[in-house]
């Protein structure tokens, strides 16, 4: 099947609430975090991406990382991957999984439903299947206990087991609070223990005594790290997005980095001999943290991210569609590139992060007011603000400049004072923002300057509210849509236009890409109108239908537009407006022109689409699947027939590369 509408990879995804792991090869450390049905990997110097995996059939639950192995589950399945490829895919669980723990030559995997499976990482065998007293929340290998692994459940309890005896050695008496996360200490036999409650416990194992105790404010603790360049400390995460750092030798609270992240902190993990700290966060973002400051104080060095809430408007920038401007619930405006992940960013509402401080409330809450509206120019961003943006609420629109990736000070404010902005665009050579209101008043501004210059019409271009506006590539006339259902066109070098007659949008029209309007005599009720707009026939259906000639239909469709063809293969069934004979006449069409054995790509992309748009109603037809299956045995003979030409091709070909002539 064709691959030209299948999801190729996603943009502005960068993190979760499912830990990412940390993984060192050499002297480079790389992260990997979860994006939903698939994994980023980063490199840790410059936060670069350096692959993404493939996409799974689900949301992933957990991730870990042995080696050259990396380990993602999904549902009730666990799949081992190298640098993104998939290697082997173990099973065996009845229920979801929850937590992976790679082990020597094996993977030790826990269920929801209180499971363990041990698996062989290189065959894929089940070596060991028990089942527990309670439902594991956290797994470690405690540094020198051979074959030995520490659980913690949600009853507060920690067991040691023996995984190749598969006996338990030992449970340790309740903390009284679910464990969350279990750490190794750079101490042999001491490790750290966080719990729901905010406790953080660094305990003795082999003594079974607690050597020091603290408590976070912020509740749950959702990630233990120890530094090892020589610095005694711990920092500790919170589901509220705040890290503390503890001092070990003191045993009290070093500092605090609050509002880290905007949410749950999902991963915080120490790198190796350095005053680094990578956190990730499920506010979509990963960071990394330098100790350099007085008192051990840490400061930002550098930050991937992307939208925290969902994206409200997403447009392509430039003429190479190789950028993507979008703007999210989250009241912030990013620019993502489709080519080079570095390049995406977030374009700067200014120095919010040392505002939210000096007078304590969190950044967002000082950022401009969601997008409502959004339009854009490539041509002079070098220039001037090139960016412009409609907010809830507000009169006053908003210019940026990609260029400098930042806000302008100056809004670009109507004379009126009690209307809201509903709708903008900018011309196409880049000089003018055209806004319409909710007032049903339409405005240019000068972006260069800012200057207000004047209303387009008489006052008022509309009776109700603007939700539309745009200028032609040739900057003659601008279009708007109102509320009162009138599209006006006005001839912007000429003075003050007068509107043409404009029809209603209820007159019937023909159904067709370019619509006619359908001239009834006399329409005797309802139902005589409906039928009389349903047997109008568009020319696509009268040429699948009428013309016999196979070649001719192809020759026909070949001349569309790929829009016009969009919209008439989404119109084929009953029920949206085409016909059962329509559809089974374009089978037959389809069928003939795979027989044909040319046009491979085209006639590819055709059954694609009309399988997507129709697939329920070829599904729910049974006289339509002997055709199908003719369909499918034509198309798997023709690329049988197609493969053997490659091949041929391609033993000729090297057979002349390698030939001495």
């Known amino acids: 099947m064709s691959r030209i509408y299948k999801p190729h990879r996603t943009l502005g995804l960068v993190s979760n609430d499912v830990p990412a792991i940390l993984q060192t090869r050499g002297v480079e450390h790389f992260v990997t975090t979860c994006v939903g049905k698939s994994f980023n990997t980063y490199n840790c110097k410059k ?20 080696k050259d192995f990396l380990f993602s589950s999904l549902g009730n399945k666990v799949f081992s991957w190298i640098r993104g490829k998939l290697v082997r895919t173990y099973e065996g669980h009845s229920s979801d999984i929850r937590h992976l723990l790679p082990f020597g030559d094996h993977v030790i995997s826990f269920g929801t ?44 309890v920690l067991e040691l087991w023996n995984v190749r005896t598969l006996k338990l ?8 609070s679910s464990v969350t996360v279990l750490t190794q200490s750079p101490g042999i036999d001491i490790m750290g223990v966080g719990l729901k409650s905010g406790e953080i416990l660094l305990h003795n194992i082999k003594l079974d005594e607690t050597v020091m105790k603290f408590y976070q404010d912020w509740g749950c603790v959702t990630f233990l790290s120890f530094r090892s360049d020589g610095v ?50 499920a506010d979509n973002a990963i960071k990394i943290w330098v100790f350099d400051g007085p008192g ?31 703007a999210g619930h989250d009241r912030s405006v990013r620019m993502f590139s489709a080519i080079k992940d570095e390049r995406s960013k977030e374009l700067s509402q200014g120095s919010m992060e040392s505002k939210s401080k000096k007078i304590n409330v969190r950044v967002e809450e000082l950022k401009l007011n969601p997008v409502v509206a959004m339009a854009a120019e490539e041509i002079r961003e070098r220039e001037w603000n090139n960016v ?12 940026w400049s990609t260029a400098r990736g930042s806000l302008s000070d100056k809004p670009l404010s109507p004379k009126l004072e009690t209307i809201v902005v509903t709708a903008v665009t900018i011309t196409v050579c880049g000089n003018i923002a055209i806004v319409g209101y909710n007032s049903g008043h339409l405005t240019a501004f000068n972006l260069q300057s ?28 601008v279009i708007s849509v109102g509320h009162d259902a009138y599209v006006k066109k006005r001839n912007k070098p000429k003075a003050p236009p007068t509107a043409p007659k404009a029809a209603p949008f209820f007159l019937t029209t023909t159904k ?64 949206d407006g085409g016909s059962h004979e329509i559809v089974e006449k374009f089978l037959d069409f389809l069928t003939s022109a795979v027989k044909l054995r040319g046009n491979y790509d085209v006639l590819q992309a055709y059954i694609n689409v009309f399988l997507k748009y129709n697939r329920q109603y070829l599904v729910d037809t049974p006289s339509l699947h002997e055709k199908l299956e003719h369909l499918k045995s034509s198309h798997a003979d023709s690329w049988l027939e197609l493969q053997q030409k490659i091949q041929e091709c391609l033993c000729v070909t090297n057979f002349l590369k390698s030939a001495t002539l």
């Not at 609270?253 to 992240?261: M, P, V, Y």
């Not at 019409?457 to 745009?470: F, Y």
């Open 47 to 66: 936060l670069a991406l350096q692959f993404v995996s493939p996409i799974h059939d689900g949301d992933i639950s957990c991730l870990a990382g042995h």
């Open 113 to 156: 439903d209180k499971r363990m499976l041990v698996h062989s990482i290189e065959t894929g065998e089940v070596y060991a299947d028990v089942w527990l007293q309670s439902c594991v929340t956290a797994v470690t290998h405690p540094a020198t206990y051979l074959n030995k692994v520490l659980l913690g459940n949600k009853d507060g």
């Open 169 to 176: 050695i030992y449970q340790f008496k309740s903390f009284g």
């Open 232 to 281: 005694p400390h711990m920092v500790s995460g919170s589901i509220e997005g705040h890290l503390a750092v503890w001092d070990l030798e003191l045993q009290e609270l070093n500092n605090t980095i609050h509002h880290a992240h905007h949410s749950t902190i999902a991963t915080a993990h120490y790198l190796a001999s350095q005053p680094l700290l990578f956190t990730a966060g």
């Open 296 to 326: 051990g104080t840490a400061r930002l060095l550098r930050e991937r991210s992307g939208h925290r809430a969902p994206p409200s408007i997403v447009r392509f920038y430039g003429a190479t569609a190789e950028s993507i401007l979008s």
């Open 388 to 399: 412009i943006t409609a907010h809830v609420g507000s009169r006053d629109v908003r210019a």
């Open 450 to 477: 800012g200057i207000n210059r004047g209303l387009y019409g008489n006052i008022r271009s509309h009776k109700g509210k603007i939700v539309g506006v745009e200028s032609d590539n040739i900057n003659k006339y």
């Open 512 to 575: 067709e890409l370019i619509p006619k309007f359908v001239v009834e005599e006399k329409v005797q009720d309802e139902t005589e109108k409906m039928k009389s707009v349903r047997s109008e026939e568009s020319e696509f259906q009268r040429v699948v239908m009428r013309e016999e000639n196979v070649g001719k239909i192809l020759e026909y469709l070949n001349s569309l537009s790929p829009s016009v063809l969009d919209v008439e293969l989404q119109s084929m069934a009953p029920l």
